[in-house]
């Protein structure tokens, strides 16, 4: 005999057809941390490398040119940001490629296009500025047993710094200076040695700057990416490109489980478990909060316009490729090494303490108009 369900007994297709609750699929990807720090410790290798060179350039230029001759390494370059901001603004006013830093220029545009691919990713695999920071906040980290956070208010005052310094620096070679200006600056016995200016900035460095990167160093212990994330207007200018990216870190709130791992390792204190997309100009593409995620397909980048899922893996992959390819271009067309012959920089060392550069906006002007 058949027997009749109860009627407040629901049917087979029913039940069938009800949202069952979400089963978790484990995130069977592996984390990319290691390949991070293994890109990280690369780039310091060679930041290394390009110092130990200097320094035996700078021992050719203090020896008169007695002692054996050293090429300088046009990698430096990498550490003159504001020359290079202006080498760039000058090459789309005249077309040119100024001759003092062409590797500068060139690494400035790589820093910048990887920037517009992944967000700032230079900061969390590139710099070794971030590393350190890193470093030294997860040193803090394990003495302290905690993340420290600043109170809401006095992180977003003191965020704002950065975004100033850029301003000042934005105006000054946007607005105050033309072309002639810039011609002028960059042709300036100034920063045709603004390297060699900066090895002895370090090299012989005053009590009063001794102190204040003393002081930051001790405050990155304490307040994580204090430098990065207050004070750098590099990091500032790079976290603005970053948001015009085609790609994002989305969260897929159907699979998520709320298991908020994702935000509790995000060094930008970005509450991942809490947006659909990562829109931040602090998101350094460092990928932890992917890594962190259990769940699969659930915190991944994506594609802003089709969101079409960019395996993490292109992250290194593109940025180093993007790299390579700039640098070596600059290479290849005979833009890496600057024209500066080592007679002239011999001749430049005699003088170098006289040296200087405007430092206000009216000194900008008096560029323009000379
Ligand atoms: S949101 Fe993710 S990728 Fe961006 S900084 Fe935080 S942990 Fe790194
Ligand atoms: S790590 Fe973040 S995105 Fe992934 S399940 Fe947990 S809360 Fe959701």
Redesign the pocket.
């Known amino acids: 005999m058949s027997r009749k369900l109860h009627s407040d007994t629901p049917q087979v297709d029913e039940i069938a057809a009800r949202p069952r609750p979400h089963k978790a699929v484990r995130n069977p990807e592996r984390p990319l941390q290691r390949w991070r720090l293994t890109i990280q410790l690369a780039f310091v290798a060679l930041c290394l490398w390009i110092g130990v060179e200097f320094f035996f350039f700078v021992r050719y230029l203090e020896s008169g040119g007695a002692s054996t001759w050293v090429a300088r390494p046009p990698g430096a370059e990498a550490f003159l940001p504001i020359s290079s901001l202006m080498s760039l603004y000058y090459f789309f006013l005249s077309g040119q490629i100024h001759p003092a830093h062409p590797a500068g220029l060139f690494i400035l545009v790589t820093i910048f296009l990887m920037s517009l691919t992944f967000?700032k990713t230079f900061c969390?695999w590139v710099c070794p500025f971030g590393l350190l920071s890193e470093s030294l906040a997860d040193f803090g980290e394990k003495i302290m047993g905690r993340r420290l956070r600043l109170p809401r208010v006095v992180d977003y005052l003191l965020r704002s710094l950065k975004y100033l310094l850029l301003g000042f620096f934005l105006y000054a070679i946007f607005f105050v200076m033309g072309e002639a200006a810039l011609r002028a600056f960059l042709d300036s016995p100034y920063n045709q040695v603004a390297d060699v200016k900066m090895y002895y900035f370090f090299a012989q460095i005053s009590s009063l700057a001794f102190w204040v990167i003393a002081g930051l160093v001790l405050l990155s212990i304490f307040i994580r990416n204090f430098w990065c994330r207050f004070l750098c207007p590099y990091g500032a200018l790079l976290g603005i490109l970053g948001l015009l990216s085609p790609a994002k870190?989305k969260r897929n709130p159907q699979t998520c489980i709320d298991c908020t791992k994702?935000a509790r390792?995000?060094?930008?204190l970005?509450k991942?478990d809490q947006v659909k997309t990562?829109l931040?100009d602090?998101?350094?593409?460092?990928?932890?909060?992917?890594d962190?995620c259990p769940v699969a397909n659930t915190l991944q980048y994506q594609t802003t316009i089709g969101r079409r899922r960019i395996p993490k893996k292109l992250v290194p992959v593109i940025t180093l490729s993007v790299f390579i390819l700039v640098t070596g271009l600059a290479m290849l067309t005979g833009n890496w090494q600057n024209k500066i012959t080592a007679a002239e920089y011999l001749r430049h060392q005699q003088y170098l303490e006289s040296y200087g550069h405007p430092t206000d906006t009216q000194g900008l002007e008096e560029l323009n108009e000379k």
């Open positions: 967000g969390s870190i994702c390792v995000c060094p930008s970005i991942v990562v931040s602090e998101c350094t593409g460092c990928l932890q909060c992917v962190a």
